[in-house]
Nanobody
Framework: QVQLVESGGGLVQAGGSLRLSCALSGRTLSNYAMGWFRQAPGKEREFVAAISWSGSPDYADSVKGRFAISRDNAKSTVYLQMSNLKPEDTAVYYC??????????????????WGQGTQVTVSS
């Protein structure tokens, strides 16, 4: 059974940076495509970034050029480096996993496993 645990959230001022981590256990990370999603208060959960089993990234337009997704299969961890943060980035951030052979997806219902989320708050 895959388990995902996010960490690294917190409070940061606008323009600042944070790095989120997502640790996968129970299976081998290299077999999974991974995604990051976020949900702001009163809004639906939305796609942020994804990375294929081979390391190819994909991003939502709203974070392109500011966020970077990466993976370290040896450490069984996926990262989301967030820079030039804006107040509108405030949300609970979730990582998710789906079988790598299926490729990346922007759709949350394509992901089989989810973490519990980590809060990111950006003050203006």
């Amino acid at each position: 059974q895959v388990q995902l645990v996010e960490s690294g959230g917190g409070l940061v001022q606008a323009g600042g940076s944070l790095r989120l981590s997502c640790a996968l256990s129970g299976r081998t990370l290299s077999n999974y495509a991974m995604g990051w999603f976020r949900q702001a208060p009163g809004k639906e959960r939305e796609f942020v970034a994804a990375i294929s089993w081979s390391g190819s990234p994909d991003y939502a337009d709203s974070v392109k050029g500011r966020f970077a997704i990466s993976r370290d299969n040896a450490k069984s961890t996926v990262y989301l480096q967030m820079s030039n943060l804006k107040p509108e980035d405030t949300a609970v951030y979730y990582c998710a996993a789906r079988p790598g052979v299926l490729g990346m997806s922007h759709r949350e219902y394509h992901y089989n496993y989810w973490g519990q989320g980590t809060q990111v708050t950006v003050s203006s």
